[in-house]
């Protein structure tokens, strides 16, 4: 594989390309999914329709918001990822930069940008049937193999965090590693897994942590 074409592209661009993704997906999901209209027949049918009206425009007031929130969430989840596998990196006392290895997260990233364009489709295609279904589902997931009725709404992110998406990105890090500093398979599954794979676990630790603090 030819290295100088994977990695031969302008790192400013792709900086500002993958945030804009993220937030044209995330205006997609509310305009066709999260509108108003969804949004007021699911709260509409627990409590009166004045109250229910009051909420639906203070989430809609939060989605536009959210549009700023969402870039400035992918630009930190790259920077962070990609500082975790650097310092990993220079203390397995391989020679790389940091822009290199921005390169190489922004890469991978498209394999997780993926599973959430299927999980917008999925949406799309069968509508808004719930806010349980919206936080717990994602595609090719655990979750969708077992009946998370049977676990604390606590636990069931774990279950939506596990997924195929997950797995191929780290594969993918794994190998773009091996790739850019011509080390072993091990080496650089070594590497992910003691950066990335720590930042994955301490994430899911932080998540239910908070769910079960403010449940």
């Not at 918001?65 to 650097?86: D, H, N, Q, R, T």
């Not at 636990?155 to 191929?168: I, T």
Request: glycine share 4%; with cysteine; charged share 15%.
């Amino acid at each position: 594989m030819n290295e100088k074409k994977i990695f031969d592209f302008n790192l400013r661009y792709f900086l500002i390309l993958v945030p804009l993704l993220y937030t044209a997906l995330d205006f997609i999901m509310n305009f066709f999914v999260l509108n108003y209209t969804s949004y007021i027949n699911t709260i509409s049918d627990q409590i009166n329709s004045e109250v229910a009206e009051a909420i639906t425009n203070r989430l809609l007031v939060f989605q536009r918001l959210e549009y700023l929130f969402v870039p400035l969430a992918v630009c930190i989840k790259l920077l962070s990822v990609g500082l975790a596998v650097y310092i990993g990196i220079q203390l397995s006392n391989f020679s790389i930069s940091f822009n290199e290895v921005l390169k190489i997260i922004i890469l991978a990233e498209f394999v997780l940008f993926t599973g959430e364009v299927i999980r917008v489709l999925y949406f799309l295609h069968n509508g808004f049937q719930g806010f349980d279904q919206l936080k717990e589902f994602y595609p090719l997931s655990i979750g969708n193999f077992v009946n998370l009725n049977q676990f604390s709404k606590e636990f069931r992110y774990s279950f939506k965090f596990l997924n195929f998406f997950q797995l191929l990105y780290i594969f993918l890090l794994i190998n773009l590693i091996t790739i850019k500093l011509k080390s072993s398979f091990y080496q650089s599954a070594k590497l992910v897994l003691s950066t990335y794979g720590l930042l994955l676990v301490m994430w899911n630790i932080l998540i239910i942590f908070l769910q079960l603090r403010f449940s």
